[in-house]
Nanobody
């Protein structure tokens, strides 16, 4: 069982930056693929970014490539999402995700979820 707790959301103006953090309560954090997904009001949950256990392989949705960076610190059991050049379309609840299967981009395939953190980008 893995428990995930996100932090770092908030209100930011368009063009600004935020960094989300996700702390995982597991002794085997290193073996998990970690990801970030988001869900805007009235829309389905969608993949944002993912990172493999070593941090060498990262994956991004086309909509965030070049603006968002995912990273992890296995010593701290924490994964991060650095978001820059934020747009109003990035407004959503952002969810941290974990799974033993790598490179998952489909929300229904994810086994562990955080509670979510709200990101609001004003124009």
């Amino acid at each position: 069982q893995v428990q995930l707790v996100e932090s770092g959301g908030g209100l930011v103006q368009a063009g600004g930056s935020l960094r989300l953090s996700c702390a995982a309560s597991t002794r085997t954090f290193v073996i998990y693929y970690m990801g970030w997904f988001r869900q805007a009001p009235g829309k389905a949950r969608e993949f944002v970014a993912g990172i493999n256990w070593s941090g060498v392989s990262t994956y991004y949705a086309d909509s965030v490539k070049g603006r968002f960076t995912i990273s992890r610190d296995n010593a701290k059991n924490t994964v991060y999402l650095q978001m820059s050049s934020l747009k109003p379309d990035d407004t959503a609840v952002y969810y941290c995700a974990a799974d033993r299967v790598p490179a998952i981009t489909t929300p229904t395939d994810i086994h562990y979820w955080g509670q979510g953190t709200q990101v609001t980008v004003s124009s």
